[in-house]
Every structure is written in structure tokens, then in C-alpha cells.
């Protein structure tokens, strides 16, 4: 069954699928031994005229049994749950790479603070559905909506959080992998809802750095405030190379499948993995 | 108590002969009419309900082809298909579609007065698919159906404790009825926000494009609580007052238990609702902003009050099904319940924690995250009383004489269902595990193994109480091939989701083929959908089985099933009043084998020397 979970590309979704593995193991063998017991019992205790069922009202020792094995089980996995949801949620990691997503019928609107790191000002830069993200670098993302639900689903990042419209839900998330992810939209939200969906772009520093230079020229932020600027040689110190095909590339295309998408990246993106892990 | 019982069975007798055919049929106060009315209505609605998730189904499958049989549904809604060929809704799809198997059959098929589904439209199909099944089918089914036929015989009362109340009770479901299937044929057609409805989709019209259609689908849902909470209080009252002499609480049958329990969640949870429904009915209509941001409102304030109704829904759709199972193992192993307290308390557990756990539906809602790891915590405890009743189920059938009947095949099938949905239950109650897979089909399969599953539950007791209800057996050939049928169809249908939801398939979607990351498992998806119209027409056998049973099946005894409870010992059918003299009870209900007498059996009202004495206390 489970081989069909997709690749993940995070750093906190391997404990998550472990502990999904977890329950899969546990679930199995109930599984098992409960269908087990029932065909022996049903073939065993097939009905023969020459027997009588035995005549017993319980046993004490066994339903207690049967009482605190599971509570014991659950227990147990609610606290290996408890730690890695803490984990994923309340522990957001610091960061200077903040988006916007907004949510609207039917298509997510993603919003970059550009250079000065504030929403809402002169250098923000929107679009529809392409999000641009570095990649092995956490991002603080905020959710919201304009008019219904929506749930911002990345299946390859372990990621899903509903957006609600009146205000908005500060996440996080992390891809340690470059490439091209779909980011459909998990929540019922009208008749587009299937098909609502964006796309992660998870670039590599230099596909970032060009993704980012092209929409702020370095010129330009030497005006900006100093923190601002800050964030943008941070992004940048992380290998800048300005070079018209991989600034062109990643916006061309949005369909761009997966393998694709790696192929041409890969050494960059475990190197940037592994830093990340550092 | 038993003079008076008899005078009012035999006073019930006498007016008999005075009622006309509209009290005997359509207007009757009779507990067991009023039964019969609910099981044949939920029967129809069924058909409906089954019919809208073949569409659906279709529509996973082969993606924006033609439906077949659906050209007379009118334009909005479905569009006539293209004239040179099937396929064609969308450019280029054919090339998507084709890959998959199933392509060439759902092509030539798709041509036999086919149209194309409207994507709006499908989201009315689902929304309705699941209101129809929950609040249509399984809950008059079993609330309505088996619970007003059951309780007065199974606790040896002549009748409900406010029989014209009862009478209410369904005459005000059946507007109720009318009106949401109505809804469908309004402008803009039937509500499309999902059975559960969100806000704000669901409150403001010009959000999700249905304006008529989603208010009649409030109201329906409004006088339909009005229904149950009339229901509910005419069983509360009948089992704590009614119950024959020697009936104590723990002489009860565990169905009475499991319906008794259901009574008093309907009881408290549909206020509830009722409340919600009102506040969304009035965002919708009035302009006011419970819901909407806009003017202050809070739509995830919706979910909180939907699922403070709705998980103890939930329960109130299983534990009938639970009680006739626990009913129906202990008959047919020829053995006594085991752990019979233990059951009962479970049932109660079930229905107190039902209360603590909505939140486990919103673990990724905005919710405040540290209220998830609250609700995880519940969830998982509520988890205990479920793994109780399984293993006391397997210890019935441990050491049992088993006869393999057509109730006693669908009660297994239930119980292997239930641990199937039980055990995939888990996993959502892990909040991290969740995230990944709520709003997928991992979610879809755990509750339709649980609730679809409980038409095993709902076969087991038809099949089971038929010869009483009717005075007929039905075929049990066809019956076991019914079984075997919807058994297998059933998994094969249902199970795969489980893979889809691993692979982040989400539900509610119109075209998977829309995400790149789902292309690989479409096929998961024709497979399903094949299963599910095998499982769709294998219920035809039980029709046929059904209806000729009614006409021409085998006339039944007094109690065919060799079985204890009370009702067998009324006649098959009971006439007015039930019983011929009111029973007195000497023993608890699954006195399979004892050793005090020679048979297999020990109705609860004979009367043995020694025990008598004990019984009358």
C-alpha cells in the first residue's frame, strides 16, 4: 500500500512517513490477527449437530486484556504523534524567505514581499500560481483567502494547510530537492475546485538567485533599506549566476513533470540538501 | 403493569377491525406500519443515493467523457454529447482517457445516450450522494425503520409511547424527503458544498452558484431533525417506561441498547444542528454574518458546530448497526454474547467520547494546533471501546455452533468491514499523519468502510427480521449470493481508495487527470469504478429476492431463526397489539446452549422452575 506515497522532499516529512509506516505496521497486524481469528473460529466452529456451543457469558480476564493492550497501543501513538506534530507545526524554523498565498476562486495568488521583506509595499511582486521558492531553505508562508475555503496541498512537501478567508495562517515548509511540485488546491471551494491547482518551483540557488534578479535587479535594492538588502545578499551569497537561459527557464513552462524538472538540477539539489542539513 | 398491557393489547385488537385503509396504511399510529413506511422509503432513497455515486464513479474514471443513460437530464447540468464521437468535452482528452483500460468500453458505452457532466454539477452529485445516504438512507433505515419495529416487540410492549407522535415522526420526514430530492430540478440546481457544507461556500449563493437548491437542502435538513428529535424522544420514553415485567436494563437485547443510546445522541446532537443550520439559513437569506468574515463573522465557527453534531452522527448512524450484529452473531453461533456488559458499556462509552472528538475533523482547519494534539489524544481513547466490541464479537464466534444463514454472512461481513474502517481510523487520528492524508481518499475509504459498511448491518437485519416483518422468508440461496457479491464488489471497490489516498489523490475532485502526480494510479480509479458497478448490480439479486419474497416467499413460523428475544415469540407478522398475552421475562436475551434445557435455546418469557422464581423479583 504504500508504495504509492509520493517522493518526499522535505526535511520534517520523513518523520511524518515513518510514523504513517508506524501505523501501518500496527493496523496490519491487527488486521491480521483479527481476520485470522475470525475464519479459524468460522471454519472450527462450523456448525455440527453432534456439539453444543459452549455456554459462557464472558471472561474478565481476557476483556481487560482486550481493554488495555489497544488503550496501552493507542497511547502510545498519540504521544509518538504528539512529538512530530509539535514538531511540524509550533517549531517554525527562522527564516528571511516569507510568500504570501492567497487563495481565490480558482487560483492561488502567491505574493512576494521583494526586497524590503513587507507585504503590502511598493516592491511586492503577485502572480498566479507559480511559486518560486529557493531550495534546502525554510519558508514562512501566510494563508489566507478572498473568499472561501481553500487548502493548500503539497503532496511531495507533506504539506496541507486550509486558508481561511478574514485571515491569515502562518506555516512554514521546506523542499530540499529542486524541481517542479504540484500545489493543488485540497478543499472543496465551487464548481473550479478540480483543477485549482499552483505549482512549487523549488529552484536551486542559482536558478533562484536568476528568478530573483530578474524581478529585482540588484540596481534597485541598493536603494532599499539595509535590512532589506541584507535578505537579498543572504539569497544571493548562496551562488548567485546571472545567466539569461536558467532566468528564463523555470516561468516558460509551467507544466513542467517532474523528471524533467530534476534532471538537469540534481547535483545542485543534493549539495543544497545537504547543507541544509548541516 | 401486565393486566394493563393486556387490556391495551386487546383494546388495540378491537380497534383493528375499525380502522380504514388510510389509518391501516398511510396515516397508521401502528409502530410496525410506521417501521415499514421508513424501510421502504430509505429503500427508494437508497436507489437514488446508489445511482448518483455510479455517476460519480463514472466521472473518476473516464474523466469528461460521456455518461451514459444521461441525456434526458437537462442542459445545465449535463451537456449532449458530441455527435461524431463520445469524447470530446474537453481538446485532446481522448489522448488522456485512452491510455487507461476501460477507455474502448467506457467510449462505446459513454455513446448509448450520453452526455457530458457539467463540473458544477458533479459537485451537487457528491453533496447529494452523501446527504442521501446519511440522513436518508441509514438513518431512517435503521432509526426509523428498525428501530420503531424492534423496540415495542424486543421489550414486549404493544406499542411506542406516543404513537401519534410516531406517526409525525414520518409524515414529517416525508416532506423533508421530497424536498431535497426536489432540489435538484430548481435553478441552479442542488446544493454543491459537500454534505458538510463549509462555510463560506455554503453561505453566501453567489459563492458556490447554487441559491434555491442549497436552501431547500437546509430546510430538508432542518424539518428532518425536527423528525428524529420526535423519534428520539418516543424511544427514550418507551425503553425506560414500557419494558415488559422481568425486562431490566441488563435483560435488554444489545439492538434495544444500541438504539436506546442512538436515541439520546439524537437527542442532544440535533439542537445542535439545528442551530448551525438556522444560523447558515439566515447568512444565506437574511444578510446576516455568522459565518461570513466580511461582516464579522467566522467560518470556522461552521465546523466546530457541524462536527459537535456531526462525529456523534457518526454513532448514530453504527451503533444500530453494532446492536443487530451483536444480535445476530449470538443467534447464529448458538452462543451467548460475550462480555454482554462490557457491550453495553462500550456502546455508552462510544456515545460519551463521541462528544470529545469533533475536532479530530479540523486537525488541519486553522485550528490552533495545540488543540489538535487535545483531540488526537480523545480520538485515539475513543478508539478503546471500538477494539472492545470487535474482540467480544470474535469471542462470540469462538467455541459456536455456527450456522452460515444470510443474516449471519452479512453480520461477519459488518464486523470485518467495521475492522477495516477502525483500524484505517487511526490513521487520521494521528495529527501529523493527517496532514498528509485528510481531504484525501484515504479519508473517503475509512468512512465509507465504516459508513457504506454498515449495509452489511442494514442486509443482516433485513434479512434477519424479514420473516417477522413480512411473515415470509426470503430465498436464502439468493440471499447467500447476494452476500458473496456485495461483499467482494464492496472491497474491491472500496479498499483501492485506501492507495489513492496514499498517493495524495484528493477527494472531491472532478478530473484526476487534471494533476501529473495522479496519472500513475488512474488506473486504481477504473478499477474502482468497474467494482462498484458490480457492486451497484449485484443489489438487483437482492431486489428480485426482496420483492418475490414479499409476494410469494415461504410463510414463516413464529420464530424460524430458533432465536430468544421477544418479538419470536409474537406471531410473524405481529397483529395490533403485538402480543396475544404481554410476556413476562425471566432471563437475559443470549441463552444460546444453556445447559438447563435440552434445545440450543431459552426464550427470554419461558418460564423454567427454579429460575421463575428468581426472574419475578
Known amino acids: 500500500m ?34 485470522a481469528l475470525m475464519i479459524i473460529f468460522l471454519y472450527q466452529y462450523r456448525r455440527n449437530d453432534n456439539r453444543r456451543a459452549v455456554y459462557t457469558h464472558g471472561h474478565s480476564g481476557l476483556e481487560l486484556l482486550w481493554t488495555i493492550v489497544p488503550a496501552l497501543v493507542f497511547i502510545g501513538l498519540g504521544l509518538a504523534s504528539k512529538g512530530i506534530w509539535e514538531e511540524v507545526k509550533l517549531n517554525v524554523p527562522e527564516t528571511d524567505v516569507e510568500i504570501r498565498i492567497t487563495g481565490k476562486q480558482f487560483n492561488w495568488e502567491v ?159 543534493d549539495s543544497a540538501a545537504q547543507e541544509a542539513t548541516e | 403493569m401486565s393486566e394493563a398491557g393486556a387490556a391495551a393489547a386487546h383494546d388495540a385488537h378491537a380497534e383493528h377491525h375499525e380502522l380504514g385503509f388510510i389509518r391501516t396504511y398511510i396515516f397508521s399510529t401502528d409502530h410496525k406500519m410506521i417501521g415499514r413506511q421508513f424501510l421502504f422509503a430509505s429503500i427508494l432513497m437508497l436507489i437514488v443515493g446508489g445511482l448518483l455515486a455510479m455517476m460519480i464513479r463514472w466521472e473518476l474514471a473516464w474523466p469528461e467523457t460521456a455518461v451514459p443513460f444521461t441525456s434526458w437530464i437537462s442542459e445545465p447540468f449535463m451537456y449532449p454529447a458530441d455527435e461524431d464521437s463520445a469524447v470530446g468535452a474537453v481538446e485532446g482528452l481522448s489522448e488522456y482517457v485512452d491510455p487507461y483500460p476501460g477507455a474502448n468500453f467506457a467510449k462505446s458505452l459513454g455513446s448509448v445516450g450520453g452526455a457530458h457532466m457539467d463540473p458544477a454539477f458533479y459537485n451537487s452529485v457528491f453533496t447529494m450522494h452523501a446527504t442521501i445516504m446519511i440522513f436518508f438512507v441509514v438513518m431512517p433505515f435503521m432509526v426509523g425503520g428498525f428501530g420503531n419495529y424492534l423496540i415495542p416487540l424486543m421489550i414486549g410492549a404493544g406499542d411506542m409511547a406516543f404513537p401519534v407522535l410516531n406517526m409525525l415522526s414520518f409524515w414529517t ?63 427514550i420514553t418507551t425503553v425506560v ?74 454513532y448514530i448512524l453504527v451503533l444500530p448497526a453494532m446492536g443487530v450484529t451483536s444480535d445476530i452473531l449470538s443467534t447464529f453461533s448458538r452462543k451467548p454474547i460475550f462480555g454482554y456488559k462490557a457491550m453495553a458499556f462500550s456502546m455508552m462509552a462510544l456515545a460519551f467520547l463521541s462528544w470529545i472528538v469533533w475536532g479530530h475533523h479540523m486537525f488541519v482547519s486553522g485550528m490552533n494546533p495545540v488543540l489538535g494534539t ?75 468502510y465504516v459508513v457504506a459498511g ?72 477504473v478499477f474502482i469504478t468497474m467494482s462498484a458497478f458490480c457492486l451497484g448490480l449485484s443489489q438487483l439479486i437482492f431486489f428480485v429476492n426482496f420483492i418475490w419474497s414479499l409476494i410469494a416467499g415461504k410463510k414463516a413460523d413464529k420464530n424460524p431463526w430458533e432465536a430468544n428475544t421477544l418479538e419470536w415469540t409474537a406471531p410473524s407478522p405481529p397483529g395490533h397489539g403485538n402480543f396475544e398475552t404481554t410476556p413476562t421475562v425471566y432471563r437475559g436475551p443470549y441463552e444460546y446452549s444453556s445447559p438447563l434445557v435440552q434445545e ?8 423454567l422452575g427454579p429460575e421463575a422464581v428468581t426472574a419475578s423479583q
Not at chain 1, 504504500?2 to 488486521?31: H, K, N, R
Not at chain 2, 435538484?184 to 449563493?205: N, R
Request: aromatic share 16%; net charge negative; glycine share 10%.
Open chain 1, 2 to 35: 504504500m508504495q504509492w506515497l509520493p517522493e518526499d522532499v522535505s526535511p520534517y516529512g520523513g518523520s511524518i512517513d515513518a510514523l504513517f509506516y508506524f501505523i501501518y505496521y500496527i493496523t496490519a497486524a491487527a488486521f491480521i490477527l483479527v481476520t
Open chain 1, 111 to 269: 505574493l512576494y514581499p521583494g526586497p524590503d521583506g513587507e507585504f503590502e509595499t511598493a516592491d511586492d511582486y503577485q502572480v498566479d500560481n507559480d511559486i518560486h521558492v529557493p531550495v534546502g531553505k525554510p519558508v514562512r508562508v501566510f494563508l489566507g483567502s478572498k473568499d472561501v475555503i481553500h487548502s493548500l496541498f503539497m503532496p511531495h512537501l507533506r504539506f496541507k494547510q486550509d486558508t481561511l478567508p478574514g485571515r491569515f495562517i502562518e506555516a512554514w515548509f521546506q523542499a530540499d530537492k529542486a524541481g517542479a511540485y504540484e500545489a493543488p488546491c485540497a478543499e472543496l471551494c465551487g464548481f473550479g475546485h478540480s483543477g485549482m491547482k499552483g505549482t512549487l518551483y523549488v529552484d536551486t540557488p542559482e536558478d533562484y538567485a536568476a528568478w530573483y534578479n530578474k524581478r529585482w535587479p540588484p540596481a534597485e535594492t541598493n536603494g532599499g533599506d539595509s535590512s532589506a538588502a541584507e535578505t537579498t545578499e543572504e539569497i544571493l551569497a548562496s551562488g548567485a549566476a546571472m545567466d539569461d537561459e536558467t532566468m528564463s527557464e523555470p516561468e516558460a513552462e509551467p507544466a513542467v513533470t517532474e523528471e524533467e524538472a530534476e534532471s538537469p538540477t540534481e547535483g545542485a539539489a
Open chain 2, 173 to 235: 420526514a416525508v416532506p423533508a424527503t421530497i424536498m431535497i430530492v426536489y432540489s435538484f430540478f430548481v435553478e441552479g440546481g442542488a446544493a454543491a458544498g459537500g454534505w458538510t457544507m463549509y462555510a463560506t461556500l455554503s453561505a453566501d449563493p453567489t459563492l458556490s452558484g447554487v441559491d434555491t437548491g442549497a436552501d431547500l437542502w437546509v430546510i430538508s435538513l432542518l424539518i428532518l431533525g425536527v423528525s428524529s428529535l420526535m423519534g428520539a424522544i418516543n424511544y
Open chain 2, 241 to 314: 417506561n414500557m419494558r415488559a415485567p422481568g425486562m431490566t436494563w441488563f435483560r435488554m437485547p444489545l439492538v434495544i441498547w444500541s438504539l436506546f443510546v442512538t436515541a439520546i445522541l439524537l437527542l442532544l446532537a440535533l439542537p445542535v444542528l439545528t442551530a448551525a443550520l438556522g444560523m447558515l439559513l439566515f447568512d444565506r437569506t437574511m444578510g446576516t454574518s455568522f459565518f461570513m468574515p466580511g461582516g464579522g463573522g467566522e467560518p470556522i465557527l461552521w465546523q466546530h458546530l457541524f462536527w459537535f453534531f456531526g462525529h456523534p452522527e457518526v
Open chain 2, 374 to 448: 487535545a483531540f488526537m489524544l480523545t480520538t485515539m481513547v475513543i478508539a478503546v471501546p471500538s477494539a472492545i466490541k470487535t474482540f467480544n464479537w470474535l469471542g462470540t464466534l469462538w467455541g459456536g455452533n455456527i450456522r452460515f444463514t444470510s443474516p449471519m454472512l452479512f453480520a461477519l461481513g459488518f464486523v470485518s468491514n467495521f475492522v477495516i474502517g477502525g483500524l484505517s481510523g487511526i490513521y487520521m487520528a494521528s495529527t501529523p499523519v493527517d496532514i498528509f492524508i485528510h481531504d484525501t481518499y484515504f479519508i473517503v475509504a475509512h468512512f465509507h
Open chain 2, 454 to 525: 454498515i449495509i452489511f448491518g442494514m442486509f443482516a437485519a433485513l434479512y434477519y427480521w424479514f420473516p417477522k416483518i413480512f411473515g415470509r422468508m426470503m430465498n436464502e440461496t439468493l440471499g447467500k449470493v447476494h452476500f458473496a457479491l456485495t461483499y467482494i464488489f464492496f472491497n474491491c471497490a472500496f479498499f483501492p481508495m485506501h492507495f489513492l489516498g496514499v498517493g495524495g489523490h484528493m477527494r472531491r475532485i472532478y478530473n484526476p487527470l487534471q494533476y501529473e502526480f495522479l496519472h500513475d494510479m488512474q488506473w486504481w480509479n
Open chain 2, 600 to 607: 440450543d435455546w431459552l426464550p427470554q418469557d419461558r418460564k
